[in-house]
């Protein structure tokens, strides 16, 4: 499946976050689970390009809230998440302006923020479907459900096998033959038509069920022990 970014507030949840990307990456490959790193740019690097890419890049974004992922505040008292600057807001924003696929991770006990309390520009959040991850004895079996959905939803978004034109084991007179291959052609072009219905459909209600929309970016390496 396409890569998968994972959006996290590192005074809320970095430990579990790790934990739930080495499970992802030891799934799906390392280079299918991105997350943006704070404590490792570089002096002076603008995150917001990083961000960018790396949502841009991303065929699925999973948003981590713990606790105090909505009451998180700087120096002055301000909420983050009131911040049009503050990076998880930015990544919130870009993933749902994209209309990608967005699913909610509530770890550690967290409840699913309510629309009044976010900024209006990712009030959407609220309405996605959510699923939980618990970081203690239940991790491996919270992980082992979110990781099952994952390949569900991208069983649904992977394409159907294509249509083979029928064997002919002898030859056919030429204008029969035209009208035998515009006929397949245009069978193929109705099939066409109906299959991507039907997948889109049947996306969207798998989106429904995870949570929303799914997509991600940037090349997910272990931290440091």
């Known amino acids: 499946m396409g890569s998968l970014f994972l959006s996290y507030r590192l005074e809320d949840s970095a430990g579990i976050a790790y934990r739930i990307a080495e499970n992802l990456a030891d799934e799906f ?33 999973l948003i981590l809230i713990g606790k105090h992922w909505l009451a998180a505040a700087d120096m002055t008292g301000r909420r983050r ?18 209309e990608k696929p967005v699913i909610p991770v509530l770890v550690d ?18 309405y ?3 699923i939980r991850v618990r970081s203690g004895s ?9 990781i099952d959905k994952l390949k569900v ?3 649904m978004r992977e394409p159907g096998p294509a249509m083979a034109l029928p064997h002919q084991s002898a030859a056919l007179p030429l204008h029969i ?3 035998a291959i515009f006929g397949v052609l245009a069978l193929t072009s109705i099939g066409g038509g109906i299959y991507a219905i039907a997948v889109g459909s ?18 997910y390496t272990s931290p440091s022990p």
Not at 202 to 219: D, F, M, P, S
């Open 109 to 126: 006990g967290a409840t699913m923020p309510l629309a009044e309390t976010l900024p209006e520009t990712i009030r959407d959040l609220a």
């Open 128 to 130: 996605r479907h959510a």
């Open 153 to 155: 939803y991208r069983e």
């Open 81 to 98: 998440i009131d911040d049009e600057h503050d990076n998880v807001r930015m990544e919130v924003e870009l993933a749902l302006t994209d």
């Open 177 to 179: 033959l035209i009208v």
């Open 29 to 61: 490959g390392r280079s299918d689970v991105c997350m943006v790193d704070n404590s490792k740019l570089i002096l002076g690097q603008d995150s917001r390009s990083d961000i960018v890419d790396a949502v841009d890049a991303s065929e699925a974004v």
């Open 138 to 146: 239940d991790f491996q079996s919270d992980m082992r459900g979110l």
């Open 202 to 219: 049947t996306a969207q209600t798998t989106l429904t069920i995870l949570g929303a929309e799914l997509r991600t970016c940037l090349l």
